[in-house]
Structure formats: C-alpha cells, structure tokens
C-alpha cells in the first residue's frame, strides 16, 4: 500500500501480469483488506506519514499483518537512506525489501519469491491434508446437519459441467466448497482457476477475465491470457460477482452463453470449455430486484444455487473446526498441537463469529502463535470475545416469546411453517404467498430449523 498514486501505479504495472492485485491507500483498508483473508503477499511503502503515535505507518503495517496474518509476507518499500528502517521492517518480520527509486523488474522478482514462500507453503499444506485423507468435499470440516446438507447436494452436481452459484456471508467457505467441487469432477486433473471480481480495478476487469494483445492499450506491453482462457478444460470460480459493473455483466453473459470471446484488442475468436462456478454474500436476487444485478445473467448462473450458512447457526461445527484448525496452526508454524481447554470451546460456540470460519480461523491461529502455549485457554482470548459470551444468556431470549427477538421469531416460524404447509410443502408457492424471493425464503428455513424438505419446483 501507498500513499502515493503515481508510486501506486507504477507497482500496479510492474505486478499486474503475474498477480491479482489489490490497493489500499491507508493502513486502515490495508488490514481490512487483510482480514478479509484473501492476501497472499503485501507491498507497503515505509514512508508514510506517521501516525499520531509517531508510529511509521508503514513499520506499523508489517507489524498488524504479522498479527492478523502471520502466513503472509510483507515486503517494503524504503527510501534509498533509509537503511536503518528496512532493518527495522526485516526485524519485525517482514519478509524483504526494495529502494526507492526501484526496477520494476526487481519488485517483480521479489514479489515473486514471496508468492512463491506462501504458494510452496499452501500446496505443502494441501499435500498433508490429502495424506490424511482430506481432498475434495473432506476438505469441509464440520458435523451439522446445514453443511452435511450442502455437501450432499455438491456432491451430486460436483460430476456434471452444471454452473453452480454459491451463496453464503464471507469466510463461511464459498471458495473452499468451489476447489472441492473441481476436485471431485471429472475435470479435476485440468485446472481450478479462481478470480475475485470484487479485487479487479475496473478498468482491468475486462483484461483479466478475457486477456488482451499485445498494445491493446497503453502498459499493455505483452500479450496476456486472460482467466478465461487458462481455465480451459477445468473450472473458473467467478468470486465476489455481485461486484461487476453493469458493462462488465453484458460481455460475461455473452462468453457464458456462446462460451466465445476476443481478447482486448484481439480478432480472433476463442472458444473454451469451462465449468463455471460463481460465488457472492451478497443475495443476488435482491440485487436484481434492486436493478443492479442483470436479470438475465442471474439466471444464467443460478443454475444450481448452494447456500452456506453463517457459523453461528451451525454451531455444532466450531468445536471439530476449532481443533482442525489449531492443528493445522500448529504445522503451519512449527509448534506443538495445543490442547484446547473445555472452557474456550465454550466461549468460542458463544461467538457469533462475522467474520464465520474465517474468523475463526484467524482467531485460532493468533492464539497459537502468540501464546505458543500447550493448553489454549479463555485467558488467551481477546477481550471482545469475553465480552460476548453473554451470548448464552441471548440463546435462551431466542426461545423465550416474552423477549421481543423470541417472539419475532416464533411469528416468522409460524407464518414460514404455515405458508410452507397451505402450498404442500411448495417452496416456489410458499415464497409468493409471503411475498418474499425464494431464496430468502431457503435462508429463512435453514435459520429459523424449519423441517423445509418438500418439492423446490
Ligand atoms: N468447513 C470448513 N472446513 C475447514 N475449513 C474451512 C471451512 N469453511 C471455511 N474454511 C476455511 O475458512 C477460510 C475462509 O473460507 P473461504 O472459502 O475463503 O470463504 P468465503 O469464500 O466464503 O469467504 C478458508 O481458509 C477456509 O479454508
Ligand atoms: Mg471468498
């Protein structure tokens, strides 16, 4: 991250063609950009105004990545006198760094290195989690009925080319059920190619997805396959797709019902086999409804719509999650696999975890990190989780109809239940009666444990 656009620009260039690259103009967007988890290498600039503290911004980025993502590595750009800075950084972790003024090509290898560090460690990960048996729908750790749900119905369209749409709020496992869906299809020795439309800058959305010629525009100084062309034969995973633009919508139904495109700037026409899997926590149908997601696209790619629920209404699933989760920690970072006390797994399924898995999982491996200790108790959790753990209290409310949210809830489950009952169990018919989407009316059924099995047509 920069504070400067021009310094920005320049290291957009000389990454773009080997990465997805994301920005962020103030440490506060870089560590949300970090908490969303999809980071695999951060480029900051050292000399950023200090903060009120007298902190360097920059030194303070390296520092927060290394506690909210100690996988990631950081690596920093410094004036060419700041030396004692740049040691500083390495010092606090980072992984590297470059001077001011820099060759593009020299970012670009050590960028490189350092995608390369975190990729190695990944696919070292994978490796172990196929030894031990976890590859394709076993990738998804859990013990609830909602996820035994989804993974039965992604078991069965996984061997067909059928476009999947899956919805779900962040880190509750979208992207993690798309590579187990390629790896369980016949596709899955072709590649599983996964881009995030929300990440893409608009103007290079178009590149990405189709790829351009060479001079196609200015800084286009090579020919580039786009994400369409190099998930031939295998799967591409459209992420965050409630973020394209409308005239990015346009041209993506075109490829998705001619399966042709052109590259930027290019004449011939390219034809691919792919399969299509598109993911959003946004909920489409209200974004159509709203006119900002087309209808015709929507339909398109919902052919097959797989919901994931939020961790907290399969709470079942943190304790497993949890201890997956430490062990993997635990190799990650060369530590002994901490005992978790009986205590925290209480206090972690009285969360209600936002951020879903994902969370958790950060959660989960700070503690290992920091606390490196052999038992993890409720003194290693952050004090905002404490906090909630009144949450138990609030459970009860949920069932007590004397509380306002008990009552509400037991309305919504009489009228769903009700309205599911007078259409025999019709959902389509059930969702027009209350006027609500269809898939409002799936999220309503799954949240409020209402036996919804009956006809979806
Ligand atoms: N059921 C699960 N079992 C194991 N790990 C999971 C599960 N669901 C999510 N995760 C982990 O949580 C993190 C977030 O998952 P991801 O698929 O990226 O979520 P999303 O795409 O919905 O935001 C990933 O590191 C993933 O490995
Ligand atoms: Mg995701």
Known sequence: MDDDR?????????????????????????????????????VSDLHLPPDLDGITEGLAIVEAARALRPAVPVVVITGSDAREVALEAVRCGAYGFFEKPFAEAEVAHIVRQAARVRRLERENLR???????????GRLIGTSAALARVVKQARAVADTSATVMLAGENGTGKEVLARAIHEESPRRAAPFVAVSCAALPETLVESELFGHERGAFTGATAAKKGRFELAHGGTLFLDEIGELSPAVQVKLLRVIQERKFERLGGEKTLTVDIRLIAASNRDLEREVEAGRF???????????????????????????????????????????????????????????FPGNVRELENLIERLVVLSNAPRLGT???????????????????????????????AL????????LQAEGGNKVAAARRLAISRSYLHRLISELGI????EDE
């Open 6 to 42: 021009v310094l920005r620009r320049q290291l957009y260039w000389a990454l773009e063609a080997e990465h997805d690259v994301v920005e962020a103009e103030t440490r506060r967007e870089a560590v949300e950009k970090l908490r969303g988890g999809e980071i695999d290498v951060v």
């Open 294 to 352: 087309r209808e015709d696209l929507f339909y398109r790619l919902n052919v097959v719509p797989l919901t994931l629920p939020p961790l907290r209404e399969r709470r079942e699933d943190i304790p497993v999650l949890a201890a997956h989760l430490a062990a993997r920690a635990a190799e990650k970072h060369d530590r002994a696999t901490p005992a978790l006390d009986p205590s925290l797994i209480e206090a972690l399924g009285e969360y209600d």
């Open 451 to 454: 036996d919804g099995k009956g």
């Open 379 to 409: 003194e290693h959790l952050p004090e905002k989780m404490l906090l909630a753990a009144p949450a138990h209290e609030d459970a009860r409310d949920r069932r007590d109809e004397t509380t306002l949210e008990g009552a509400t809830l």
């Open 127 to 137: 490796l172990r989690d196929e030894f031990v048996g976890r590859s394709g729908l």
């Open 412 to 419: 919504r489950r009489r009228l769903v239940a009700g309205a």
